[in-house]
């Protein structure tokens, strides 16, 4: 679904990888391509026994940096899932779907009917022929999300709260 502000909402599920069986559903969740990390709600990450595996540094939309727990999920989203880093999200933080878990279950945005759609075939290696000259390699695709968007193309609107969560650090180091 789309809002009147143009940003995209689904409906995310999340399971403990350790314990598979229970999803538990949240509706009206932003998409966003300029996350790296899905931010889930820490209640509900605690509630189904995922445990915080570090802390990371992450920068918002306002320049301030902020810390927040991290650890493993199976996200759900657009009837696929997949396994994600989840940050633990704090009161005033959104809720957000974000890139790492757009690319791992294959989904994108289809700006057109404004929905999670297949991303399509996965580039991949292909293997050596009998008599070729070495490993041939499918073509290369760019990351089908928007990496490290600039702060002033963030949908978010500074001085609500809501910016807590806008994109990482680029100055961290990478895990």
């Not at 306002?62 to 940050?87: C, K, N, W």
């Not at 779907?97 to 289809?110: F, I, M, Q, S, Y």
Request: with cysteine; proline share 5%.
């Amino acid at each position: 679904m789309m809002d009147d502000m143009g940003i995209v909402r689904t409906a995310v599920g999340v399971e403990n990888p350790a314990r598979r069986g229970t999803v538990v559903t949240l509706d009206h969740v932003m998409v966003d391509t300029g996350s790296e990390y899905t931010w889930i709600p820490a209640a509900t990450l605690e509630n189904l026994g995922i445990v915080a595996e570090r802390e990371a540094r992450f920068e918002t939309a306002d320049g301030r940096a902020i810390t927040r727990r991290i650890g493993y999920a199976i996200v759900h989203a657009a009837a696929t899932a997949a396994p994600d880093i989840v940050v633990f999200a704090r009161e005033g933080d959104m809720t957000l779907l974000g890139c790492r878990a757009l690319e791992g279950l294959n989904l994108r945005v289809d700006v057109v009917t404004k929905q999670l759609v297949s991303a399509g075939p996965v580039p991949a290696a292909v293997s050596v022929a009998p008599g070729s000259r070495g490993l041939r390699i499918s073509r290369a695709s760019p990351s089908r999300c928007a990496r490290r968007a600039s702060p002033t193309a963030l949908p978010w609107r500074s001085g609500t709260g809501s910016s807590a969560v806008a994109r990482e650090s680029a100055t961290r180091t990478r895990a």
